[in-house]
């Protein structure tokens, strides 16, 4: 699961297989303890997977790229949404911050890539229905 743009060798990658998710990060310290592990926090309501937490995340130092890739449930999409309305989500508090994310129908995954630490530690993918070019 490489990082596109980046060296092989300078990426850090770390799964989950039993919740299907998996996490790539580039960054000057990646502590020992950084994983992923299943969560205890509360499934969203538009979830599609189960929720994981990204341990020790608030411990990586100057992150260049994390790439977090998620196996979802296309089943568990609403009737008449879209396949491609799935988004990795990470939990903000008391809310769930949906982030830019590609879906790939063949393999029912989702992944967002991001050039900083996530805004949480929890993350899980769900349905997206937000307009692409408003937002909302």
Do not use: K
Request: hydrophobic share 40%; with cysteine.
């Amino acid at each position: 699961m490489a990082i596109p743009g980046y060296d092989a060798s300078t990426v850090a990658e770390y799964s989950l297989e039993q919740v299907g998710a998996r996490v790539a990060v580039v960054a000057t310290v990646v502590p020992e303890t950084f994983g992923l592990s299943r969560s205890d926090n509360e499934v969203p309501a538009a979830a599609l997977s189960a929720p994981v937490d990204l341990v020790a995340c608030d411990e990586l130092r100057a992150v260049e790229a994390i790439r977090i890739t998620l196996d979802y449930d296309p089943t568990a999409l609403p009737p008449g949404a879209s396949p491609t309305d799935v988004a990795v989500a990470v939990e903000t508090g008391n809310e769930w911050q949906r982030l830019h994310s590609t879906v790939d129908l063949e393999e029912t995954t989702v992944t967002a890539v991001l050039n900083d630490q996530p805004p949480g530690s929890s993350v899980a993918a769900v349905y997206d229905d937000r307009n692409e070019e408003t937002g909302d």
